[in-house]
């Protein structure tokens, strides 16, 4: 099995910023794609950012130039900097792996449990 860990969320004024991150652990041979998505109040669940384990990187058009997807491939770690964060960022915020538990297996996408990011005054 595989469990994703994510920290780093929380209360933040607009225009301050936040850095997530979400830790792969258990029978990990290889990771693919590894992604941020989030999830506001009646509203769908939305791609963030996603970063392959190359290093290319997409982001959703709300984001750009303000966040920036990160990852430590030795960690099985991906990271979320937040920056001028504004109201409408507040969701839940899951993060996402394309794992493969061994050499034979195909990839399985996990996900994290979710993390509170409020940005409020």
């Known amino acids: 099995q595989v469990q994703l860990v994510e920290s780093g969320g929380g209360l933040v004024q607009p225009g301050g910023s936040l850095r997530l991150s979400c830790a792969a652990s258990?029978?990990?041979?290889?990771?693919?794609?590894m992604g941020w998505y989030r999830q506001a109040p009646g509203k769908q669940r939305e791609l963030v950012a996603a970063i392959t384990s190359g290093g290319s990187s997409n982001y959703a058009d709300s984001v750009k130039g303000r966040f920036t997807i990160s990852r430590d491939n030795a960690k099985n770690t991906v990271y979320l900097q937040m920056n001028s964060l504004k109201p409408e960022d507040t969701a839940v915020y899951y993060c996402?792996?394309?794992?493969?538990?061994?050499?034979?297996?195909?990839?399985?996408?996990?996900w994290g449990q979710g993390t509170q990011v409020t940005v409020s005054s």
């Open positions: 258990g029978s990990i041979f290889s990771i693919n794609t």
């Open positions: 996402n792996a394309a794992v493969r538990s061994n050499r034979f297996n195909s990839f399985q996408t996990y």
